[in-house]
């Protein structure tokens, strides 16, 4: 599996290796379930002690669409919908999942969330995403 930090992607904000502002966000898969573990600082927050939004929507985004690339497919988020359960809170370790739901064509629907160590998942993603060829 090839990973965006060895690519000509190195400079992606999510995972990128050479962004010095990005995530550095690294995946593995467990059967059929794409995760990534992140842990956000100050840098990284809205209100204080809380988790940005849109950090939140980025984490849910790239891991869900990364699975399929580690598929071996190219891949662009078409639709993205995130479910806010509760504030996801910095300086705690957040375990980042995503699985495929389903299959139509050359669209996947996938799932996501962001889970604390004690089990809560603050949030919930769904994302159409569509698949514009082989890698």
């Given amino acids: 599996m090839e990973d ?3 690519s000509e992607d190195s400079w992606c904000f999510a995972c990128g290796e050479k962004n010095p502002i990005g995530l550095k966000m690294t995946f593995r898969e467990e059967k059929d379930t794409y995760i990534s573990e992140f842990t956000a600082g100050r840098e990284h927050q809205s209100y204080n002690g809380i988790l940005h939004g849109g950090i939140i929507s980025t984490l849910l985004d790239e891991t869900m669409v990364r699975y399929l690339y580690s598929k071996g497919l190219n891949a662009v988020t078409a639709r993205l919908e995130v479910r806010y359960r509760q504030p996801t809170p910095i300086g705690q370790a957040l375990t980042i999942s995503g699985c495929i739901a389903r299959k139509r064509g050359n669209l ?5 969330k962001i889970t604390l160590t004690d089990g809560t998942v603050t949030a919930e993603g769904k994302a159409t995403v569509a698949v514009i060829g082989e890698r």
Avoid: A, P, S, V
């Avoid at 996947?108 to 996501?112: A, K, N």
């Fill in 4 to 6: 965006c930090r060895n």
């Fill in 108 to 112: 996947y629907e996938m799932t996501g």
